[in-house]
């Protein structure tokens, strides 16, 4: 059926052929016209700003005056900058924090959504819920729950008799407040990809398995786990590409908190991610040059770490 | 992570992008038809089995004692999963109806209060609620339409038909899938500045009028929806491109446009990270950075005012979505799983 269509379009159209080699741009003009606007765009907003970040990369500039050629300094800088490493190891924190329960809560979901009947629908529209809400009036709701005062978390934790914990104002309450956050909003959205994974399972796989007399954990690790591995790959790759340049959760979350800067991440800085710290670099101190190694450093550290999760799941494939 | 849910979808979708590209990118020849039939043939039966749910694999005769309680088993948890999802929600609604002075007291409240319009009246006191909402609308109501417009027409092309440099043209589309926010804000930034677009919703209307996850998901859905046969015969009636791709293919992939659209206009309603940046008029400015703004003047003194200005943005996009929510769902996990 493709290869019908699979030639060029115009042949019919009632213009002789021109000869020459111009031919083809204007037998085609109206096919390229159609995809230019694309790619104008990328080369305006996408090229161009990847080479300009190299570039920068190299000088000191403020975005006012005169760039300076700054050659690998702002790079060097960048390997001793404890500010730096403070943030990476921040957003793995929190990133493992939200990402493990979160892969494990969805795909415990997707499997009871699996076997249930009724509702199903139902719940699925429940489950993706919180994945289209709009990040900062979530933040700011969660802010309030995990709020040290009057927070909903706290005055559970002292009905039962614990102490409270100042959420927003210590290094792991705020690390554990924006996990909390991310693995909410993130949960159902994958026990959908999950659910719709399990779906393409052939079902007289669990009638062998079952007839062989295998239960539902050995079910569940023998086949469901296995052929469910390239759902999980992409559940990952996503998390990790996602969780690791989180942004706004931990900005709304901290910004009245911190006192230096709104994108200083609180107290301590104990909750700056990444992308925060290059915003910092970038638009608080007006070191643009010094932001785009950031910037580079963050797109190096996302790169390393997704290839990394890629490799250990593909690897337990291979056993 | 505003601009990162679109980010991530983009480079979700890429890991498929690479694989999918490589099986349903013929060349010519059987291997391209086969692919085309299967890609045909497997929308259709990938629907049915979606709304025809197989019988769960445990229930047996019939209503025995053990399956009732294997069932509460089942739905104890998945409500429980329901209510935690929904909370906020109604957090958020309990809070925008006390006043501060109530919130802060303990123990906290769980049922709605009586100070709803005086907060609202508080809140459009204290920020311009209808101006920001206006902003965000007219950013995402443009990035939509345009998105619609130019992914679909490229999609068309790259789905349908045959011209030199297809190959490399699609090749570097894929690879615009990989390239991170963040290498792009900065000199982003400084052109716009320099072109005078700072300030304005300009600057977040055009750099998103055009995506290359919109571009590949449409192609795909293109590939397989729009018969050959039709834009054969479109095109022996004389139909020039236009046609073809207005009265042929857009009535076609009308669900697939649908989708596009409501995950476009949602992802730029939520848009935070560069709307921050680039809206440096704290005057004139989208929802999400009013609300932002708002937090950090009011976070600490007026709660009430927060939570309620938060619980109107929360409300444009569940009615997006209680419209779109099937499609949504459907479309995305069909997408997730075709990898």
Excluded: C
């Amino acid at each position: 059926m493709a290869t019908a269509l699979e030639k060029p379009p115009v042949v019919l159209s009632d213009a002789p052929a021109p000869a020459g080699p111009r031919k083809g741009w204007r037998e085609y003009w109206h096919l390229y016209a159609a995809i230019s606007p694309f790619y104008l765009i990328f080369l305006g907003f996408g090229l161009f700003p990847v080479g300009f970040s190299l570039y920068l990369s190299f000088h000191r500039w403020d975005g006012l005056g005169s760039m300076e050629w700054a050659g690998l300094s702002q790079y060097q800088y960048l390997l001793s900058d404890s500010d730096f490493w403070n943030s990476i190891g921040n957003t793995l924190i929190i990133w493992a924090l939200a990402t493990f329960p979160m892969i494990f809560l969805s795909m415990v979901t997707a499997v009871m959504l699996n076997s249930a009947v009724r509702l199903k629908g139902l719940y699925r529209v429940a489950y993706f819920l919180p994945n289209v809400t709009s990040v900062v009036a979530i933040a700011i709701v969660f802010g309030s729950i995990f709020s040290t005062n009057f927070g909903l978390v706290n005055a559970v934790l002292e009905g039962v008799g614990l102490d409270q914990v100042a959420w927003l104002n210590t290094p792991w309450g705020i690390k554990i407040t924006i996990a909390a956050l991310m693995t909410w909003q993130w949960t159902g959205y994958n026990a959908i990809i999950f659910l719709a994974g399990l779906q393409t399972i052939p079902s007289d796989l669990y009638e062998a398995a079952r007839m062989d007399g295998a239960g539902p954990i050995q079910t569940f690790f023998r086949i469901t786990l296995p052929l469910l591995r390239p759902t999980l790959l992409f559940v990952l790759v996503v998390s990790t590409v996602t969780g690791l340049q989180s942004f706004s959760e931990p900005q709304v979350l901290l910004q009245t908190s911190s006192n230096d800067s709104t994108f200083a991440g609180g107290p301590g800085h104990s909750g700056q991610t990444m992308v925060l710290y290059f915003f910092q670099q970038t638009f608080d101190n007006n070191d643009f040059g010094y932001g785009a190694a950031v910037a580079w450093g963050i797109f190096l550290v996302v790169v390393l770490f997704s290839i990394i999760n890629w490799r250990l799941v593909q690897r337990r494939g291979e056993d | 992570m505003a601009s990162i849910p679109d980010l991530a979808w983009k480079s979700g979708r890429s890991g498929r992008a690479g694989k999918a590209s490589r099986v349903s990118e013929p060349r010519s020849g059987a291997a391209g038809w086969r692919s085309a039939t299967a890609a045909v043939r497997a929308w259709p039966s990938r629907n049915s089995s979606e709304s025809s749910e197989k019988p769960p694999r445990w229930r047996g005769g019939g209503v025995t004692e053990g399956s009732r309680r294997r069932g509460i088993a089942l739905h104890l948890p998945l409500i429980i999963g329901t209510v935690i999802s929904a909370f906020p929600f109604y957090w958020a609604v309990i809070m925008s109806t006390h006043s501060s002075s109530e919130i802060f007291s303990y123990p906290p409240k769980l049922l709605p209060g009586t100070h709803f319009l005086e907060n609202l009246r508080n809140l459009f006191d204290a920020i311009d609620f209808f101006g920001s909402m206006w902003n965000s609308l007219l950013v995402a109501v443009s990035v939509t339409f345009l998105v619609l417009l130019f992914d679909s027409l490229a999609a068309f092309v790259f789905a349908k038909f045959r011209f030199p440099g297809k190959g490399p043209l699609f090749g570097l589309l894929m690879v615009i899938f990989m390239v991170p926010a963040q290498l792009s804000v900065i000199p982003q930034f400084v052109l716009m500045a320099k072109i005078g677009w700072i300030g304005s919703m300009t600057a977040l209307v055009v750099p998103a009028a055009a995506n290359a996850f919109g571009i590949f998901w449409m192609r795909q859905y293109m590939k397989s929806a729009i018969p050959d046969e039709l834009l054969d015969a479109s095109r022996l009636d004389g139909a020039n491109f236009l046609r073809q791709y207005w009265h042929v293919a857009l009535p076609v992939v009308r669900p697939g446009l649908a989708f596009l659209g409501i995950f476009t206009f949602m992802g730029q309603w939520n848009d935070f990270a560069w709307p921050l940046i680039a809206l440096t008029n704290p005057d004139n400015v989208t929802l999400q950075v009013a609300l932002s703004q708002l937090n950090g003047t009011h976070g600490t003194t007026d709660y009430g005012i927060v939570m309620t200005g938060a619980l109107l943005a929360l409300i444009p996009l569940l009615i997006v979505f209680a419209i779109g929510a099937k499609q949504i769902i459907g479309d995305l996990a069909k997408g997730a799983v075709r990898g």
